[in-house]
């Protein structure tokens, strides 16, 4: 197996150079990355590259960025068609509500699921800020938005890799936790996978993609082969 076909190469960095995204899109074609996942404003180029070598990757894009409080109309008025499948953060504010979590949230979900309805969508969790949060019961609220998922047909990641990160150790539980909740979600695992055994042992875990910036991971997993 191609340890970098479950790879989706992340270049998220707000004023990268145009140069370095056109780079950074090549790497993930020639080593066969399931996708790139970048800012709207890279979507043109990067799809340029993709249909200069007549490539199949799929080009995703970071909605809600960056983690502002904003609802779906700010997200949908920056997207444009040049883009395959897209990462949506999960609004700021869904942070400090007490009571009707699904509800808050399916406002936001619902009009992007209109809006883009044959389009894969990943929420981004951000795990990172719900164990934070939710310190006494992150677990149960990490369980719950794991149903709600599934019930809506998203995709699960665990990251954006924008903030400070937590340990491997707590990625893999949170993996766990999520993969038990809902046996049949396709799931995301992103922030801070920077080894090749760390993307080993996540797929065992039974995460189906794995995000990452480390473009020394991705060439030392295709050297994997």
């Known amino acids: 197996m191609n340890l970098n076909q479950v790879i989706e190469l992340t270049s998220i960095r707000p004023g990268t150079a145009p140069q370095v995204i056109k780079e950074t899109t090549l790497l993930a074609i020639q080593t066969q990355c399931r996708a790139i996942v970048l800012n709207y404003q890279d979507l043109g180029l990067a799809q340029k590259v993709k249909t200069s070598v007549n490539s199949s990757i799929k080009v995703v894009v970071i ?13 949908v008025k920056y997207l444009d068609k040049d883009w395959d499948e897209l990462d949506v953060l999960m609004p700021a504010q869904y942070y400090n509500i007490t009571t009707k979590h699904d509800e808050v ?43 709600y998922c599934y019930n809506h047909d998203l995709i699960i990641k665990t990251n954006s890799g924008l903030f400070p990160v937590h340990t491997f150790e ?56």
Request: proline share 2%; hydrophobic share 40%.
């Open 63 to 75: 909605g809600n960025f960056p983690w502002m409080y904003q609802d779906w109309v700010d997200t």
């Open 105 to 147: 949230l399916s406002r936001f979900i619902d009009q992007l699921k209109i809006n883009f309805k044959d389009k894969p969508i990943k929420l981004i969790l951000e795990t990172v800020w719900l164990r934070q949060a939710y310190k006494e019961y992150w677990q149960d609220k990490l369980r719950t938005l794991a149903r």
């Open 170 to 225: 707590e990625l893999c539980e949170e993996i766990v936790i999520i993969r038990k909740t809902t046996r049949k979600s396709i799931i995301k695992a992103a922030g801070g996978i920077k080894t090749v055994e760390q993307v080993k042992k996540l797929i065992s875990l039974r995460t189906d993609y794995i995000g990452t910036s480390n473009l020394e991971l991705v060439k030392q997993l295709n050297e994997e082969k």
